[in-house]
């Protein structure tokens, strides 16, 4: 059986495949592994790992996260993804949480927007402790260094969101 993006590559010539594109055949198949992820036709680039997780990008704008260890941090973070945009008293810290457009809590992999690195300016290093306070707040710790990027418009986002305080109650 030939990959679906193989093909989807095929007809469109060289336009590259779409995020919507992406987001649809992980639906579909739900890739586990780095090769599973390659073997639809994508090119992951590698960016960033830390003690649970590697980072790839695929798009401009999107990124794929693959646990390699302890799969159960990637589904914490996705039920605190899912919190956050469900409960209105934590809209506050939408602008700081990762979009993510899908989430496995099952295999772990998700796809989120991708965020560029950080700048080392001391005022930002400021809003990075603020923003980690307020997550803080809802039982998530960990956050600091590497687990900040920034959003296109420099907002701060926490995007390691997978240390949280057990459990994260889908219904409270
Ligand atoms: N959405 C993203 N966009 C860009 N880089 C990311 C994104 N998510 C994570 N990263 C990078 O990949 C690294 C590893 O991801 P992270 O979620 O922190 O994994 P771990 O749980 O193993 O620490 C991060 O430190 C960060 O620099
Ligand atoms: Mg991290």
């Known amino acids: 059986m030939k990959p679906i993006l193989y093909y989807i590559q095929k007809w469109r010539g060289d336009i590259p495949v779409t995020d ?7 639906n579909e198949r739900h890739p586990e592994t780095l090769k599973d992820i390659q073997a639809l036709g994508l090119d992951p680039q590698f ?3 830390g003690s649970s997780r590697k980072v790839y990008r695929l798009t401009e704008t999107m990124v794929v996260k693959i646990p390699y ?10 039920l605190v993804i899912e919190r956050i945009n469900r409960e209105s008293e934590l809209e506050h810290l939408r ?3 990762p979009e993510m457009f899908y ?3 099952k295999t772990g992999v998700s796809l989120m927007k991708y965020y560029k690195p950080i700048s080392s ?3 930002v290093i400021r809003k990075t402790e603020e923003v980690g306070q307020l997550f803080f707040q809802i039982g ?6 590497n687990n900040f990027r920034l959003d296109t418009d420099d907002t701060i986002v926490a995007v390691d969101l997978g240390c949280a305080n057990e ?3 889908e219904n409270d």
């Open 167 to 169: 459990p994260v109650p």
């Open 140 to 145: 998530v710790y960990d956050l600091g260094g």
């Open 121 to 123: 300016y001391a005022s």
């Open 95 to 97: 602008p700081h949480t």
């Open 69 to 78: 260890y302890n799969s159960t941090q990637n589904a914490q973070e996705i």
């Open 20 to 26: 919507n594109q992406i987001i649809a055949v992980f």
């Open 103 to 105: 989430g496995n809590k």
């Open 47 to 49: 960016i960033g790992t």
